[in-house]
Protein backbone atom coordinates (compact mmCIF):
# COMPACT_ATOMS: atom_id res chain seq x y z
CA UNK A 1 0.00 0.00 0.00
CA UNK A 2 1.07 3.88 -1.08
CA UNK A 3 -1.16 5.45 1.15
CA UNK A 4 -2.40 6.21 4.80
CA UNK A 5 -5.88 5.70 5.19
CA UNK A 6 -8.30 6.79 5.76
CA UNK A 7 -7.09 10.59 5.20
CA UNK A 8 -8.60 13.11 7.77
CA UNK A 9 -11.87 15.39 7.48
CA UNK A 10 -12.08 18.58 8.73
CA UNK A 11 -14.82 21.23 9.18
CA UNK A 12 -13.80 24.88 8.13
CA UNK A 13 -16.52 26.12 10.30
CA UNK A 14 -16.47 29.94 9.53
CA UNK A 15 -16.38 28.84 5.48
CA UNK A 16 -19.17 26.53 6.38
CA UNK A 17 -17.38 23.73 4.14
CA UNK A 18 -15.87 20.56 5.06
CA UNK A 19 -12.96 19.35 3.25
CA UNK A 20 -11.53 15.56 2.42
CA UNK A 21 -7.63 15.79 3.21
CA UNK A 22 -6.51 13.75 0.27
CA UNK A 23 -3.48 16.00 0.52
CA UNK A 24 -2.08 13.76 3.26
CA UNK A 25 -2.47 10.18 1.75
CA UNK A 26 1.39 10.08 1.53
CA UNK A 27 4.68 11.76 3.11
CA UNK A 28 6.90 11.75 0.12
CA UNK A 29 4.17 12.88 -2.34
CA UNK A 30 0.51 13.11 -1.78
CA UNK A 31 -2.67 14.14 -3.42
CA UNK A 32 -5.39 11.98 -5.56
CA UNK A 33 -3.22 10.27 -7.60
CA UNK A 34 -1.68 8.31 -4.94
CA UNK A 35 -5.08 6.44 -4.81
CA UNK A 36 -4.92 5.89 -9.07
CA UNK A 37 -1.52 4.45 -8.05
CA UNK A 38 -2.66 2.17 -5.55
CA UNK A 39 -4.75 0.39 -8.10
CA UNK A 40 -2.44 1.04 -11.24
CA UNK A 41 1.38 -0.09 -9.98
CA UNK A 42 0.10 -3.65 -8.89
CA UNK A 43 -2.07 -4.09 -11.70
CA UNK A 44 1.57 -2.81 -14.00
CA UNK A 45 3.46 -5.76 -12.11
CA UNK A 46 0.54 -8.23 -11.97
CA UNK A 47 0.77 -8.16 -15.67
CA UNK A 48 4.53 -8.39 -15.36
CA UNK A 49 5.31 -5.34 -16.99
CA UNK A 50 8.47 -3.12 -16.03
CA UNK A 51 7.93 0.24 -17.53
CA UNK A 52 5.04 2.48 -17.42
CA UNK A 53 4.88 5.24 -20.11
CA UNK A 54 2.39 8.32 -19.34
CA UNK A 55 1.51 11.80 -20.43
CA UNK A 56 0.80 15.26 -19.03
CA UNK A 57 1.44 18.77 -18.74
CA UNK A 58 5.10 19.79 -18.18
CA UNK A 59 4.09 20.36 -14.60
CA UNK A 60 1.81 17.32 -14.11
CA UNK A 61 1.12 15.76 -10.36
CA UNK A 62 0.30 12.78 -12.09
CA UNK A 63 3.52 12.73 -14.21
CA UNK A 64 5.40 13.59 -10.46
CA UNK A 65 3.70 11.04 -8.12
CA UNK A 66 3.85 8.32 -10.92
CA UNK A 67 7.70 9.44 -11.03
CA UNK A 68 7.76 8.86 -6.92
CA UNK A 69 5.61 5.92 -6.68
CA UNK A 70 6.28 3.61 -9.32
CA UNK A 71 10.05 4.06 -9.50
CA UNK A 72 9.97 3.07 -5.49
CA UNK A 73 8.34 -0.06 -6.60
CA UNK A 74 10.68 -1.08 -8.81
CA UNK A 75 9.35 0.77 -12.38
CA UNK A 76 10.80 2.69 -15.00
CA UNK A 77 8.88 5.80 -16.15
CA UNK A 78 8.58 7.92 -19.15
CA UNK A 79 6.52 10.59 -20.03
CA UNK A 80 5.28 12.61 -23.07
CA UNK A 81 5.19 16.23 -21.73
CA UNK A 82 3.40 19.09 -23.47
CA UNK A 83 3.28 22.77 -22.65
CA UNK A 84 1.56 24.49 -19.76
CA UNK A 85 2.39 28.23 -18.19
CA UNK A 86 5.76 28.77 -16.32
CA UNK A 87 4.86 29.06 -12.56
CA UNK A 88 7.08 27.88 -9.66
CA UNK A 89 5.36 25.41 -8.96
CA UNK A 90 5.39 24.12 -12.20
CA UNK A 91 8.95 24.52 -12.41
CA UNK A 92 9.49 22.30 -9.11
CA UNK A 93 7.35 19.90 -10.25
CA UNK A 94 9.15 19.05 -13.71
CA UNK A 95 12.58 19.78 -11.60
CA UNK A 96 11.43 17.04 -9.17
CA UNK A 97 10.62 14.55 -12.21
CA UNK A 98 14.39 15.22 -13.42
CA UNK A 99 15.76 14.07 -10.22
CA UNK A 100 13.48 11.10 -10.13
CA UNK A 101 15.23 9.74 -13.08
CA UNK A 102 11.56 9.63 -15.02
CA UNK A 103 12.61 10.09 -18.84
CA UNK A 104 10.65 13.16 -20.09
CA UNK A 105 10.19 13.65 -24.14
CA UNK A 106 8.81 17.32 -25.12
CA UNK A 107 6.18 17.31 -27.12
CA UNK A 108 4.11 19.90 -28.42
CA UNK A 109 0.57 18.70 -28.59
CA UNK A 110 -1.64 16.18 -26.86
CA UNK A 111 -2.15 14.25 -30.20
CA UNK A 112 1.63 14.26 -30.55
CA UNK A 113 1.91 12.96 -26.53
CA UNK A 114 -0.35 9.90 -27.95
CA UNK A 115 1.68 9.40 -30.64
CA UNK A 116 4.96 9.26 -28.35
CA UNK A 117 3.27 6.76 -26.17
CA UNK A 118 2.21 4.48 -28.99
CA UNK A 119 5.88 4.58 -30.39
CA UNK A 120 7.33 3.59 -27.14
CA UNK A 121 4.49 1.07 -26.39
CA UNK A 122 6.36 -2.64 -25.69
CA UNK A 123 4.71 -5.77 -24.10
CA UNK A 124 6.62 -4.82 -20.86
CA UNK A 125 5.09 -1.23 -21.20
CA UNK A 126 1.77 -0.39 -19.49
CA UNK A 127 0.12 2.48 -21.02
CA UNK A 128 -1.21 4.89 -18.57
CA UNK A 129 -3.65 7.81 -20.41
CA UNK A 130 -3.31 11.44 -18.98
CA UNK A 131 -4.13 11.64 -15.36
CA UNK A 132 -4.24 7.90 -14.41
CA UNK A 133 -7.33 8.62 -15.70
CA UNK A 134 -8.30 5.44 -16.71
CA UNK A 135 -10.74 2.43 -15.19
CA UNK A 136 -8.12 0.47 -13.82
CA UNK A 137 -7.18 4.13 -12.07
CA UNK A 138 -10.15 5.31 -11.09
CA UNK A 139 -11.52 2.23 -9.13
CA UNK A 140 -8.93 3.64 -7.09
CA UNK A 141 -11.46 6.27 -5.62
CA UNK A 142 -14.31 3.52 -6.04
CA UNK A 143 -12.17 2.84 -2.90
CA UNK A 144 -12.19 6.40 -1.56
CA UNK A 145 -15.79 6.84 -1.44
CA UNK A 146 -16.32 3.28 0.60
CA UNK A 147 -13.66 4.93 2.81
CA UNK A 148 -16.03 8.18 3.02
CA UNK A 149 -18.82 6.14 3.59
CA UNK A 150 -17.42 4.45 6.37
CA UNK A 151 -16.30 7.95 8.12
CA UNK A 152 -19.60 9.16 7.51
CA UNK A 153 -21.17 5.78 9.41
CA UNK A 154 -18.59 6.60 12.31
CA UNK A 155 -20.08 10.41 12.64
CA UNK A 156 -16.77 12.06 11.48
CA UNK A 157 -18.99 14.09 9.14
CA UNK A 158 -22.64 14.81 8.21
CA UNK A 159 -23.65 12.77 5.20
CA UNK A 160 -22.32 14.99 2.39
CA UNK A 161 -25.17 16.53 -0.10
CA UNK A 162 -22.54 17.86 -2.42
CA UNK A 163 -18.85 16.31 -2.75
CA UNK A 164 -17.21 19.78 -5.24
CA UNK A 165 -14.20 18.06 -6.67
CA UNK A 166 -11.56 19.01 -9.60
CA UNK A 167 -12.29 17.71 -13.09
CA UNK A 168 -8.84 17.27 -15.34
CA UNK A 169 -8.52 14.08 -16.87
CA UNK A 170 -11.87 13.20 -15.10
CA UNK A 171 -10.95 9.60 -13.53
CA UNK A 172 -11.20 11.15 -9.74
CA UNK A 173 -14.76 12.54 -10.47
CA UNK A 174 -16.11 9.32 -12.28
CA UNK A 175 -14.68 7.24 -9.40
CA UNK A 176 -16.28 9.15 -6.79
CA UNK A 177 -19.53 8.80 -8.62
CA UNK A 178 -19.38 5.43 -9.12
CA UNK A 179 -17.82 4.33 -5.39
CA UNK A 180 -20.94 6.86 -4.02
CA UNK A 181 -23.49 5.01 -5.70
CA UNK A 182 -22.25 2.11 -4.67
CA UNK A 183 -21.39 2.56 -1.20
CA UNK A 184 -25.02 3.84 -0.68
CA UNK A 185 -24.12 7.92 -0.27
CA UNK A 186 -26.59 10.63 -1.87
CA UNK A 187 -24.31 12.92 -2.52
CA UNK A 188 -24.23 14.61 -6.16
CA UNK A 189 -20.27 14.71 -7.33
CA UNK A 190 -19.16 18.66 -8.59
CA UNK A 191 -17.02 18.68 -11.15
CA UNK A 192 -15.11 21.42 -11.24
CA UNK A 193 -13.72 21.46 -15.21
CA UNK A 194 -10.00 22.59 -15.23
CA UNK A 195 -8.78 21.28 -18.74
CA UNK A 196 -9.86 21.46 -22.23
CA UNK A 197 -11.56 21.34 -24.43
CA UNK A 198 -15.17 20.95 -22.02
CA UNK A 199 -16.69 18.68 -24.51
CA UNK A 200 -14.12 15.93 -24.52
CA UNK A 201 -13.36 16.37 -21.07
CA UNK A 202 -17.25 15.81 -20.31
CA UNK A 203 -17.83 13.10 -22.47
CA UNK A 204 -14.47 11.00 -20.56
CA UNK A 205 -15.60 11.82 -17.61
CA UNK A 206 -19.26 10.51 -18.42
CA UNK A 207 -18.08 7.50 -20.15
CA UNK A 208 -15.37 6.91 -16.98
CA UNK A 209 -18.40 6.91 -14.39
CA UNK A 210 -20.42 4.24 -16.62
CA UNK A 211 -17.37 2.38 -17.31
CA UNK A 212 -16.08 2.02 -13.74
CA UNK A 213 -19.36 1.63 -11.84
CA UNK A 214 -19.64 -1.64 -14.20
CA UNK A 215 -16.07 -2.81 -13.53
CA UNK A 216 -16.86 -2.31 -9.55
CA UNK A 217 -19.87 -4.64 -9.96
CA UNK A 218 -22.72 -1.57 -10.71
CA UNK A 219 -25.95 -3.36 -12.07
CA UNK A 220 -28.06 -0.54 -12.23
CA UNK A 221 -26.67 1.84 -14.53
CA UNK A 222 -29.69 4.73 -13.92
CA UNK A 223 -28.53 5.17 -10.90
CA UNK A 224 -25.83 7.17 -12.14
CA UNK A 225 -28.17 9.88 -13.56
CA UNK A 226 -28.19 13.06 -12.11
CA UNK A 227 -24.95 12.01 -10.07
CA UNK A 228 -22.23 14.32 -12.02
CA UNK A 229 -22.88 17.99 -12.77
CA UNK A 230 -19.74 19.68 -14.28
CA UNK A 231 -19.02 23.36 -13.98
CA UNK A 232 -17.21 25.23 -16.51
CA UNK A 233 -17.16 28.90 -15.03
CA UNK A 234 -13.90 28.40 -13.16
CA UNK A 235 -11.81 27.54 -16.26
CA UNK A 236 -11.33 30.77 -17.47
CA UNK A 237 -8.71 31.55 -20.15
CA UNK A 238 -7.86 27.36 -20.08
CA UNK A 239 -6.01 24.60 -18.43
CA UNK A 240 -3.12 26.25 -16.36
CA UNK A 241 -4.39 30.13 -16.32
CA UNK A 242 -4.74 31.88 -12.95
CA UNK A 243 -8.27 32.93 -12.23
CA UNK A 244 -8.91 36.03 -10.39
CA UNK A 245 -11.09 33.94 -8.59
CA UNK A 246 -9.10 31.03 -7.84
CA UNK A 247 -6.57 33.76 -6.96
CA UNK A 248 -8.80 34.86 -4.28
CA UNK A 249 -9.87 31.16 -2.81
CA UNK A 250 -5.86 30.57 -2.41
CA UNK A 251 -5.69 33.13 -0.45
CA UNK A 252 -9.14 32.05 1.48
CA UNK A 253 -7.69 28.67 1.79
CA UNK A 254 -4.48 29.83 2.99
CA UNK A 255 -5.84 31.61 5.98
CA UNK A 256 -7.79 28.11 6.74
CA UNK A 257 -4.85 26.10 6.61
CA UNK A 258 -4.41 24.64 3.07
CA UNK A 259 -2.55 24.98 0.20
CA UNK A 260 -3.11 25.01 -3.10
CA UNK A 261 -2.19 25.76 -6.92
CA UNK A 262 -3.38 28.12 -9.50
CA UNK A 263 -4.03 25.17 -12.15
CA UNK A 264 -6.47 22.51 -9.92
CA UNK A 265 -7.28 23.18 -6.57
CA UNK A 266 -7.52 27.36 -6.47
CA UNK A 267 -10.06 26.66 -9.43
CA UNK A 268 -11.82 23.90 -7.59
CA UNK A 269 -11.70 25.59 -4.46
CA UNK A 270 -13.42 29.03 -5.73
CA UNK A 271 -16.10 26.25 -7.13
CA UNK A 272 -16.82 25.34 -3.51
CA UNK A 273 -17.38 28.27 -1.89
CA UNK A 274 -19.69 29.16 -4.84
CA UNK A 275 -21.79 26.04 -4.00
CA UNK A 276 -21.62 26.67 -0.37
CA UNK A 277 -22.70 30.22 -1.24
CA UNK A 278 -25.59 29.60 -3.19
CA UNK A 279 -27.10 27.39 -0.43
CA UNK A 280 -28.58 24.55 -2.95
CA UNK A 281 -26.85 21.99 -0.49
CA UNK A 282 -26.89 21.88 3.37
CA UNK A 283 -23.63 20.01 3.85
CA UNK A 284 -20.77 20.69 0.64
CA UNK A 285 -17.56 18.57 0.64
CA UNK A 286 -14.56 20.17 -0.98
CA UNK A 287 -12.00 16.97 -1.60
CA UNK A 288 -8.71 18.78 -1.62
CA UNK A 289 -6.46 16.99 -4.06
CA UNK A 290 -2.97 18.67 -3.85
CA UNK A 291 -0.13 16.74 -2.19
CA UNK A 292 0.63 18.89 0.50
CA UNK A 293 4.08 16.81 0.96
CA UNK A 294 7.07 19.13 0.84
CA UNK A 295 9.35 18.97 -2.05
CA UNK A 296 12.15 19.79 -1.12
CA UNK A 297 14.02 16.66 -0.39
CA UNK A 298 13.38 15.66 -4.10
CA UNK A 299 14.54 19.19 -4.92
CA UNK A 300 17.86 18.81 -3.23
CA UNK A 301 19.06 16.90 -5.91
CA UNK A 302 17.39 18.66 -8.70
CA UNK A 303 18.93 20.26 -11.70
CA UNK A 304 18.18 24.14 -11.46
CA UNK A 305 17.09 24.21 -14.47
CA UNK A 306 15.51 21.98 -16.95
CA UNK A 307 17.25 20.69 -20.45
CA UNK A 308 16.58 22.89 -23.22
CA UNK A 309 13.69 21.21 -24.81
CA UNK A 310 12.04 21.07 -21.67
CA UNK A 311 12.28 24.67 -20.98
CA UNK A 312 10.72 24.99 -24.34
CA UNK A 313 7.02 23.87 -22.81
CA UNK A 314 7.60 26.07 -19.81
CA UNK A 315 4.58 28.97 -21.86
CA UNK A 316 4.79 32.62 -20.17
CA UNK A 317 1.96 33.16 -18.25
Partial sequence: MIGVYPTPVVHLEKLGLWVKRDDLTNPIYGGNKVRKLERLIPYALSKGKKRIVTVGAVGSHHVLATAVHATRAGLLVEAALVPQPRTEHVMDNLRADLALGAKLHPVRTYAGAALSMLVRARPSTYLVPMGGSNVVGSLGYVDAAYELAAQVKAGELPEPDAIVVTVGSGGTAA?????????GLKARVIGIVVAAPVWFVSFWSRHLVRAVYAHAGGRNPRALE????????????????????????????????LHLDLTYTAKCFAGALDCVASARFANVLYWHTLSSAPLAPLLARAPLAPPQALERLLLAP
Fill in 226 to 257: GRLELVTTELGKGYGEPTEAGKRAKDIARDSG
Fill in 175 to 183: GLVAGLVLA
